[in-house]
């Protein structure tokens, strides 16, 4: 519980996690990899959406 595990999200999940036992899962790109990661929004979207 509270572990951070730093490596191949693929590995370490089937090598160290139990099944069904993952509420959260945050992937970071890797960096100086040259490539373009940004997300393009339309125009037009309220500015006052919910979450």
Sequence with gaps: MNTL?????????????????VDLVYLDPPFNSNRNYSVLFRS????????
Excluded at 5 to 14: A, C, E, F, Q, V
Excluded at 44 to 51: I, Q
């Design 5 to 21: 595990h730093y490596g191949d999200n693929l590995k370490i999940l089937r090598d160290y996690i139990k099944d069904e036992s």
């Design 44 to 51: 037009g979207m309220s500015e006052n959406r919910s979450a």
